[in-house]
């Protein structure tokens, strides 16, 4: 009879019944990003142009962040690309990680608009600019507030749909580009009142605003990196695992690799629990972990002895 001896016995994945349609995903993702770079790039090109004519820091820096939104969109793309390859020896998990990586590429351009709109509404003020054809930077702006709010919703529920914790993050920032779209109006209004210097303080509150989409969107991209997931997740799988007859003791770990949550579980059994039985343990471990943690899709079983 074999049984499990050792510090150790070899780790085993098992198939499991939330099999993806990795396809239909990509497809998805795919379009997503599609749509959502023609919508931000009308919409900031119109932005561009008028901020241009009228002289308008907070519409410059609206339409700046609006025209990133784009190349972060092309990032985003390159990312699901790569993450297509297959595994190889030197990549045994394959390049699902690209995705993740994609997001660093986000946060770099957001913190770049920052800069740019922060230096250009800084020197407004201290220079006193004029702010000129306010009416259609106001028109521009309202532009900017329905686009950036219908193209955040599509890649939000794309988002989640697949799982693209890249894609959910690039959607958090096209919805507060709205909200700096709606600081660029405000301050166009200012200036339609008489407060020349409305325009410049509306262009650091955009600035603000893009600070902090970046930084919410680094957090998010930092916390994938480092392996970060909701504790939550290691507290049922170690629970359900142990409610599984013949486990007397589990410790899980889990992972994100792009949009693949990676579960494994140690389980503790009685010593001479026969390596056939042991794997049907874990089998059973997996089967039951299933219903629980319905966004596992990578399942490793390693039977210890207690």
Same mark, same amino acid.
């Given at each position: 009879?074999?049984?499990?001896?050792?510090?150790?016995?070899? =780790? =085993?994945?098992?198939?499991?019944?939330? =099999?993806?349609?990795?396809?239909?995903?990509?497809?998805?993702?795919?379009? &997503?990003?599609?749509?959502?770079?023609?919508?931000?790039?009308?919409?900031?090109?119109?932005?561009?142009?008028?901020?241009?004519?009228?002289?308008?820091?907070?519409?410059?820096?609206?339409?700046?962040?609006?025209?990133?939104?784009?190349?972060?969109?092309?990032?985003?793309?390159?990312?699901?690309? #790569?993450?297509?390859?297959?595994?190889?020896?030197?990549?045994?998990?394959?390049?699902?990680?690209?995705?993740?990586?994609?997001?660093?590429?986000?946060?770099?351009?957001?913190?770049?608009?920052?800069?740019?709109?922060?230096?250009?509404?800084?020197?407004?003020?201290?220079?006193?600019?004029?702010?000129?054809?306010?009416?259609?930077? %106001? &028109?521009?702006?309202?532009?900017?507030?329905?686009? +950036? $709010?219908?193209?955040?919703?599509?890649?939000?529920?794309?988002?989640?749909? %697949?799982?693209?914790?890249?894609?959910?993050?690039?959607?958090?920032?096209?919805?507060?580009?709205?909200?700096?779209? =709606?600081?660029?109006?405000?301050?166009?209004?200012?200036?339609?009142?008489?407060?020349?210097?409305?325009?410049?303080?509306?262009?650091?509150?955009?600035?603000?605003? %893009?600070?902090?989409?970046?930084?919410?969107?680094?957090?998010?991209? &930092?916390?994938?990196?480092?392996?970060?997931?909701?504790?939550?997740?290691?507290?049922?799988?170690?629970?359900?695992?142990?409610?599984?007859?013949?486990?007397?003791?589990?410790?899980?770990?889990?992972?994100?690799?792009?949009?693949?949550?990676?579960?494994?579980?140690?389980?503790?059994?009685?010593?001479?629990?026969?390596?056939? #039985?042991?794997?049907?343990?874990?089998?059973?471990?997996?089967?039951?972990?299933?219903?629980?943690?319905? $966004?596992?899709? +990578?399942?490793?079983?390693? #039977?210890?002895?207690?």
């Amino acid at each position: 009879m074999h049984v499990i001896s050792g510090v150790r016995d070899p =780790a =085993a994945s098992f198939p499991l019944t939330t =099999a993806v349609d990795d396809v239909s995903e990509r497809r998805q993702a795919n379009r &997503a990003v599609a749509v959502s770079a023609i919508g931000l790039t009308l919409t900031g090109l119109i932005e561009l142009a008028i901020a241009l004519v009228s002289g308008s820091v907070a519409l410059l820096g609206d339409a700046l962040h609006n025209l990133s939104d784009v190349s972060t969109s092309a990032l985003v793309f390159i990312g699901f690309r #790569a993450s297509r390859k297959i595994p190889t020896e030197r990549y045994p998990y394959g390049y699902e990680r690209a995705e993740d990586l994609a997001g660093i590429g986000v946060a770099l351009v957001i913190w770049g608009s920052a800069l740019v709109a922060g230096f250009e509404s800084a020197t407004k003020l201290l220079r006193h600019g004029g702010t000129g054809h306010v009416g259609w930077g %106001i &028109a521009a702006a309202a532009a900017g507030i329905a686009g +950036n $709010q219908l193209v955040a919703r599509y890649k939000l529920v794309v988002g989640r749909r %697949i799982r693209s914790a890249t894609m959910v993050a690039d959607a958090k920032h096209s919805r507060l580009d709205a909200l700096s779209s =709606a600081g660029a109006m405000l301050g166009l209004i200012g200036v339609a009142l008489g407060w020349g210097w409305a325009d410049a303080v509306a262009g650091i509150v955009v600035t603000g605003f %893009i600070c902090h989409v970046g930084w919410e969107v680094t957090g998010d991209i &930092a916390h994938r990196l480092l392996d970060g997931v909701d504790p939550e997740i290691i507290t049922t799988a170690e629970t359900v695992a142990t409610g599984v007859p013949g486990v007397t003791h589990a410790h899980a770990r889990a992972r994100w690799t792009g949009r693949t949550l990676r579960v494994e579980v140690e389980g503790f059994l009685d010593p001479d629990t026969a390596l056939a #039985a042991a794997d049907q343990i874990g089998r059973n471990v997996a089967s039951a972990l299933v219903p629980q943690i319905p $966004q596992m899709h +990578n399942f490793t079983w390693t #039977a210890r002895a207690a």
